[in-house]
């Protein structure tokens, strides 16, 4: 009795809590994740540290980094849904959600004790436990159930109820931290039998077939990711594990161009980028480049949070003139720097974001200039050249391009796309439908993306595929 009245009175300190904790302004992070993202960048360092003095032989090295690096892109990707609900303004209805947490929280843990306790079983005290290593306490000796045992109850409902999606993902992420990566992989192959569009899934399928073949991206990992990314193109799981197939498919090139590619995307706070920074950057070095020069600013160059929180405040007018200003010293800075060619890719999106191709173009051709093995620098100077023309015929610089990239690359959908409407511009209907049909095997079923080229193909085949 005197437990019951101890939990009682515990349950309710902790509604109380929850209850005055709702009506506050939620922090912008779990203190929890920050720490622990602090902890692997720490690491990450460490190793650097380790390569340099020479203590730690190159395949170590690799292994430990991918398994850190590893780390912080699942521990990034599990606070990303945080990040986009964001906001610090009280929510409609607040106070009937700080309510039922309130009347939640006792009746809850009471259920989760009835369900997974044992009231009747006699107490132990640490000393009792001395001899025992943490974690390996039985449950039949009294001591508190270790994790294995946790799984094991979580395995014996999964039996009774086959088709509890979360379940089967929460068993594949426990065995995945535990090391067992064939009981995560078979746990997440179940999960998407449930639901087989889950993206993050895929990519922590994915990871999982990786990790399980040493580090290498076996066929069936690249599956897994490859169907990732066709649902989430941002997922940064899939990206990086990708570009790390090209890496061991000897295509060191687009290793590098899809790592330079995930480093733009990354937000300024993203944890994995210095990881994916340090990769880069070695690739860059073995292909005799100078890394400054390929790869993205650190810390990103976009504008900051203070920027966007006074750009909320000012007027339409206001903040073009705001955007300019920041292109433009963005401008003046490349003229000092005429060797960062990821600046240049960045002015060239900004001043097609600002309705100007003469200058877009002109950005990306200062790119591709620098980078002329990258497919996605000359991509986006063929279509900069192809949007300076408007509606009208194509220059034959941009289609030249496109021919290139789509020799190099047949499966490189963007230059597809770009080098079809080249050609419907220039009247070859047959070969537009060719190269548009060739993508849209590609994209997904369901998809908008796939919905949109389906009407263009068939409308060109109408004899009408103008936008």
């Given at each position: 009795?005197?437990?019951?009245?101890?939990?009682?009175?515990?349950?309710?300190?902790?509604?109380?809590?929850?209850?005055?904790?709702?009506?506050?302004?939620?922090?912008?992070?779990?203190?929890?994740?920050?720490h622990d993202l602090a902890v692997y960048r720490a690491q990450l360092r460490e190793l650097e540290r380790d390569r340099e003095r020479g203590v730690i032989e190159e395949s170590e090295l690799a292994a430990a980094r991918l398994e850190i690096e590893r780390r912080l892109l699942a521990a990034d990707s599990a606070r990303r849904p945080d990040a986009r609900s964001g906001g610090d303004a009280p929510r409609k209805g607040g106070w009937?959600?700080?309510?039922?947490?309130?009347?939640?929280?006792?009746?809850?843990?009471?259920?989760?004790?009835?369900?997974?306790?044992?009231?009747?079983?006699?107490?132990?005290?640490?000393?009792?436990?001395?001899?025992?290593?943490?974690?390996?306490?039985?449950?039949?000796?009294?001591?508190?159930?270790?994790?294995?045992?946790?799984?094991?109850?979580?395995?014996?409902?999964?039996?009774?109820?086959?088709?509890?999606?979360?379940?089967?993902?929460?068993?594949?992420?426990?065995?995945?931290?535990?090391?067992?990566?064939?009981?995560?992989?078979?746990?997440?192959?179940?999960?998407?039998?449930?639901?087989?569009?889950?993206?993050?899934?895929?990519?922590?399928?994915?990871?999982?077939?990786?990790?399980?073949?040493?580090?290498?991206?076996?066929?069936?990992?690249?599956?897994?990711?490859?169907?990732?990314?066709?649902?989430?193109?941002?997922?940064?799981?899939?990206?990086?594990?990708?570009?790390?197939?090209?890496?061991?498919?000897?295509?060191?090139?687009?290793?590098?161009?899809?790592?330079?590619?995930?480093?733009?995307?990354?937000?300024?706070?993203?944890?994995?980028?210095?990881?994916?920074?340090?990769?880069?950057?070695?690739?860059?070095?073995?292909?005799?480049?100078?890394?400054?020069?390929?790869?993205?600013?650190?810390?990103?160059?976009?504008?900051?949070?203070?920027?966007?929180?006074?750009?909320?405040?000012?007027?339409?007018?206001?903040?073009?003139?705001?955007?300019?200003?920041?292109?433009?010293?963005?401008?003046?800075?490349?003229?000092?720097?005429?060797?960062?060619?990821?600046?240049?890719?960045?002015?060239?999106?900004?001043?097609?974001?600002?309705?100007?191709?003469?200058?877009?173009?002109?950005?990306?051709?200062?790119?591709?200039?620098?980078?002329?093995?990258?497919?996605?620098?000359?991509?986006?100077?063929?279509?900069?050249?192809?949007?300076?023309?408007?509606?009208?015929?194509?220059?034959?610089?941009?289609?030249?391009?496109?021919?290139?990239?789509?020799?190099?690359?047949?499966?490189?959908?963007?230059?597809?796309?770009?080098?079809?409407?080249?050609?419907?511009?220039?009247?070859?209907?047959?070969?537009?439908?060719?190269?548009?049909?060739?993508?849209?095997?590609?994209?997904?079923?369901?998809?908008?993306?796939?919905?949109?080229?389906?009407?263009?193909?068939?409308?060109?085949?109408?004899?009408?595929?103008?936008?």
């Amino acid at each position: 009795m005197t437990l019951w009245l101890i939990l009682v009175a515990m349950s309710a300190a902790v509604a109380a809590v929850l209850f005055l904790g709702s009506r506050r302004r939620r922090p912008q992070a779990g203190d929890d994740a920050e720490h622990d993202l602090a902890v692997y960048r720490a690491q990450l360092r460490e190793l650097e540290r380790d390569r340099e003095r020479g203590v730690i032989e190159e395949s170590e090295l690799a292994a430990a980094r991918l398994e850190i690096e590893r780390r912080l892109l699942a521990a990034d990707s599990a606070r990303r849904p945080d990040a986009r609900s964001g906001g610090d303004a009280p929510r409609k209805g607040g106070w009937a959600l700080s309510l039922a947490l309130a009347l939640a929280v006792p009746l809850g843990a009471a259920a989760a004790y009835l369900w997974l306790g044992n009231p009747g079983i006699e107490s132990r005290p640490f000393a009792a436990r001395s001899g025992e290593s943490p974690g390996t306490a039985s449950v039949e000796g009294g001591g508190a159930p270790d994790v294995a045992s946790m799984m094991a109850r979580l395995r014996a409902r999964l039996a009774e109820a086959p088709d509890d999606l979360d379940g089967w993902i929460m068993l594949g992420r426990s065995a995945a931290a535990l090391g067992d990566y064939g009981e995560a992989i078979a746990a997440y192959s179940r999960a998407l039998a449930i639901d087989g569009e889950l993206a993050h899934v895929y990519a922590a399928l994915g990871e999982a077939q990786v990790l399980a073949a040493g580090g290498i991206v076996t066929e069936a990992a690249r599956r897994a990711l490859e169907q990732a990314q066709a649902r989430d193109p941002a997922d940064p799981r899939a990206r990086f594990y990708l570009a790390l197939a090209r890496d061991q498919d000897g295509d060191k090139e687009g290793a590098l161009a899809a790592l330079t590619s995930l480093l733009a995307d990354a937000p300024p706070d993203a944890a994995w980028a210095e990881g994916v920074r340090n990769r880069a950057s070695a690739l860059a070095a073995e292909l005799g480049r100078d890394p400054a020069s390929v790869l993205p600013p650190a810390g990103g160059a976009g504008p900051g949070e203070g920027d966007m929180a006074a750009a909320a405040q000012m007027s339409p007018a206001e903040q073009q003139a705001m955007i300019r200003d920041m292109v433009g010293r963005l401008a003046a800075r490349l003229e000092d720097s005429p060797d960062d060619a990821q600046g240049w890719r960045m002015l060239g999106r900004s001043y097609g974001v600002l309705g100007e191709p003469d200058k877009s173009a002109a950005a990306f051709g200062r790119a591709a200039a620098l980078l002329p093995e990258d497919p996605g620098a000359q991509l986006d100077y063929a279509a900069a050249l192809l949007n300076t023309a408007g509606a009208g015929e194509p220059p034959a610089e941009a289609v030249a391009r496109l021919e290139d990239i789509v020799a190099r690359d047949p499966a490189n959908g963007d230059a597809l796309y770009y080098l079809g409407e080249a050609r419907r511009r220039q009247g070859e209907t047959a070969a537009a439908a060719e190269l548009w049909q060739r993508l849209l095997g590609q994209l997904p079923e369901g998809s908008e993306d796939r919905a949109w080229l389906k009407t263009r193909l068939e409308a060109l085949e109408a004899g009408d595929a103008s936008d």
